[in-house]
């Protein structure tokens, strides 16, 4: 992953920013926007089943994320996902609390359907993922992310995707391939949607990197973590942080990214 690394990969986004469709719940919207005008590229939060299928064509990525699930939003979701797939645009699957309720389950199956380039989630979703028995309650994981390593495995031979499992410290595989990312700050599980966040902000690392979504999933994970540990170290508390962090993002280039990463081959 030399050629790819997480620093090139940030240099690329931030000289030709990518526009990034992201179908996500109402108190993600505002903050995963920040983090990708941090980070340096578009958002555009487009999930009306009218157009979200048309706006997916001219997207870099889409990103889904049901984490304030609705039947309206639903179709949107697989319209989006469809037209994404037809226009060879990779698209982020983020299954919030699949396991909760049936009406999640099913939609996360018909999404699945569609072929997810990346599906990323903390460790309680993809063990269930997976068909284990997690310890999840609700959008919280219970469960560390050592113990998801095997069913990310599965989930993304199952499904032929990038699968990332994200929490103290992150898990990517696509199967045979994987790594582990350390870093971020033990703030972040206290503000509101910055994972919700991170799902958005893989999508617009896998519009720069379409045709390597190892790489660009794994590039994502590391400017978040990097980031995170940078604005800790100034932080009295989650509020304090929540600020930081986007400062931090925004503050953070290519050559320092690589610098500070600390990923590692699983």
Known sequence: MQETSPGILLTALRADPPLVQ???????????????LAAGASPAM?????????F????????????????????GMVSAADAANRAGKPWVLDPVAHYATSFRRQAVDALLLHRPTIIRGNASEIIALAGGTSRGQGVDSRD???????????????????????GEIDFVTD????????????FMPAVTALGCSLTCLVGAFAAVSPTDPLAATVAALATF???????ARQADGPGSFAWRFLDALAALDGPSLDRQARIRAA
């Open 22 to 36: 992201n179908i996500t719940n109402f108190v993600a919207m505002n903050i995963a926007a920040n983090v990708l």
């Open 46 to 54: 487009v999930h009306a089943e009218e157009e979200a299928g048309e």
């Open 56 to 75: 997916a064509c001219i997207a870099g990525a889409l990103t889904i994320n049901i984490g304030t699930l609705s039947a309206g939003w639903m179709k």
């Open 144 to 166: 560390p992310v050592e113990q998801a390593q095997a069913s990310a495995r599965i989930v993304a031979k199952a499904h032929g995707a990038v699968v990332a499992a994200t």
């Open 175 to 186: 199967g045979d391939r994987a790594f582990i990312i350390e870093g971020g700050s033990r």
């Open 225 to 231: 973590a990097v980031a995170g540990e940078n604005a």
